[in-house]
């Protein structure tokens, strides 16, 4: 078998790491497909809420920001294999029409995610690609017969998928440094989370990640309360940092802005418009109590409630007063632009989308994905320390580095 290539997992950088060595070797049979599932691709049918993002449209420029924690390392990668090449590839060779979404996120047309896994192992399966199934590979030693081997194995996300992180022993048998791994895409759980919020969600809202009281990052967008916590969408953009912090003790507070596309003195202007036309109060009002107040107390009242549902929608009035207690008409606006949840915790891979960290960039050649260690080896996907923000920048890894080891290993060998 020297002359033949192992690939272990069948994921999507797997997968199309054994299509395009089996195209340049020009024989399938020499191209051996592991995966310890039953059914290649099995976690691309979880991806994108079941419809698959893709990969996302944007060129190099706009796209290397949204990869960590080292977006030059994929340059290579995605200059040989972009995701103009990535559509066409679905398109042209696997029949699979594509449709483009908001954010510039690319999905198949049927919006299921299946129709990509089962376009993938069709290719491969044309190619002739010796496929085993439901076979575990322990040890690099058990494929000491090979000429060549490509890890593909994922990360530590999702393990009912298979990957339990088997790509990381390899490794390290192989002396490479894998850098600390953990869950990136996942929800953050706040302290003292307000049981009504599970269940809304937010549409065109701003998030702000403050690391010891020193923020750090920023988003607009959309993401969901559930039971979880903050989860999805720009939620999952903020959470790799977060994670990161809160693995190193560091303080993690979310800030959420309901109104970013208003300053705090255009929602004063527009909280007195609101006032005059609605005929609330003037510069007093009546507390729930019936008791005549001052505006600069702190009020429940049902005109106020009636106020803020010109604000809020209005499943997020009670969780909002309950977590502004002592909220009045003066300092309304800033409290719509400044709702602090503070992070304690967060998913695990049990329930991550994404594993950040793995095997170290700087042992790994970026134009050919092979190892700097040892020759003939190579890496791809997910093992690597390599990771995307939520969009589709995450499989445009798998495509890219699978393409680019495939392509390397079967010229190796030839």
């Known amino acids: 078998m020297r002359d033949s290539l192992a690939i272990v997992g069948g994921g999507p950088a797997g997968m199309m790491a054994a299509i395009r060595a089996a195209e340049v070797l020009g024989d399938g049979r020499r191209v051996v497909l592991f995966d310890k599932n039953e059914r290649l691709g099995r976690k691309i049918y979880l991806t994108g809420k079941g419809r698959c993002n893709l990969?996302?449209?944007?060129?190099?420029?706009?796209?290397?920001?949204?990869?960590?924690?080292?977006?030059?390392?994929?340059?290579?990668?995605?200059?040989?294999?972009?995701?103009?090449?990535?559509?066409?590839?679905?398109e042209e060779e696997l029949d699979v029409p594509t449709v483009t979404q908001q954010g510039q996120r690319v999905y198949p047309a049927s919006l299921v995610a299946g129709d990509v896994a089962r376009a993938l192992e069709r290719r491969v399966?044309?190619?002739?690609?010796?496929?085993?199934?439901?076979?575990?590979?322990?040890?690099?030693?058990?494929?000491?017969?090979?000429?060549?081997?490509?890890?593909?194995?994922?990360?530590?996300?999702?393990?009912?998928t298979g990957s339990t992180g088997d790509g990381y022993r390899f490794?390290?048998?192989?002396?490479?440094?894998?850098?600390?791994?953990?869950p990136s895409?996942?929800?953050?759980?706040?302290?003292?989370?307000?049981?009504?919020?599970?269940?809304?969600?937010?549409?065109?809202?701003?998030?702000?990640?403050?690391?010891?009281?020193?923020?750090?990052?920023?988003?607009?967008?959309?993401?969901?309360?559930?039971?979880?916590?903050?989860?999805?969408?720009?939620a999952y953009h903020l959470s790799r940092r977060a994670v990161w912090a809160l693995c190193n003790g560091q303080r993690v507070d979310i800030v959420l802005d309901l109104k970013p596309a208003l300053t705090e003195d255009q929602l004063k202007n527009?909280?007195?418009?609101?006032?005059?036309?609605?005929?609330?109060?003037?510069?007093?009002?009546?507390?729930?109590?019936?008791?005549?107040t001052r505006a600069a107390e702190p009020v429940a009242d049902r005109?106020?409630?009636?106020?803020?549902?010109?604000?809020?929608?209005?499943?997020?009035?009670?969780?909002?007063?309950?977590?502004?207690?002592?909220?009045?008409?003066?300092?309304?606006?800033?409290?719509?632009k400044n709702w602090n949840f503070r992070i304690i915790d967060y998913k695990g891979f049990d329930r991550a989308v994404v594993t950040a960290g793995g095997v170290s960039l700087k042992e790994i050649v970026p134009k050919t994905m092979a190892s700097r260690l040892r020759p003939g080896l190579y890496f791809c996907g997910e093992v690597l320390d390599l990771d995307g923000d939520t969009g589709?920048?995450?499989?445009?890894?798998?495509?890219?580095?699978?393409?680019?080891?495939?392509?390397?290993?079967?010229?190796y060998l030839l």
């Open 55 to 90: 990969t996302n449209r944007r060129g190099w420029e706009e796209f290397a920001p949204h990869i960590h924690p080292n977006q030059g390392f994929l340059k290579n990668a995605f200059r040989a294999f972009s995701n103009e090449d990535v559509i066409r590839f679905f």
């Open 125 to 160: 399966q044309e190619l002739g690609v010796d496929v085993r199934r439901g076979v575990t590979v322990a040890s690099l030693a058990e494929l000491a017969g090979f000429g060549a081997v490509i890890i593909a194995t994922g990360g530590k996300s999702y393990p009912v």
């Open 171 to 182: 490794a390290e048998e192989a002396g490479h440094t894998v850098t600390p791994v953990f």
């Open 185 to 234: 895409e996942t929800a953050l759980f706040p302290k003292d989370y307000d049981p009504g919020l599970p269940g809304i969600e937010m549409k065109n809202v701003g998030l702000h990640l403050y690391v010891d009281r020193t923020l750090v990052e920023s988003d607009q967008g959309d993401f969901n309360f559930t039971g979880d916590g903050l989860e999805s969408g720009i």
């Open 270 to 292: 527009r909280l007195q418009r609101e006032k005059l036309a609605g005929g609330f109060w003037d510069r007093e009002h009546f507390s729930a109590s019936g008791t005549k």
């Open 303 to 336: 005109p106020f409630r009636n106020l803020l549902r010109r604000f809020l929608p209005e499943t997020l009035v009670a969780p909002f007063l309950r977590a502004n207690p002592d909220l009045t008409a003066e300092n309304l606006p800033r409290r719509l």
């Open 392 to 411: 589709g920048y995450n499989l445009q890894i798998a495509f890219s580095t699978g393409s680019l080891a495939g392509l390397s290993a079967a010229k």
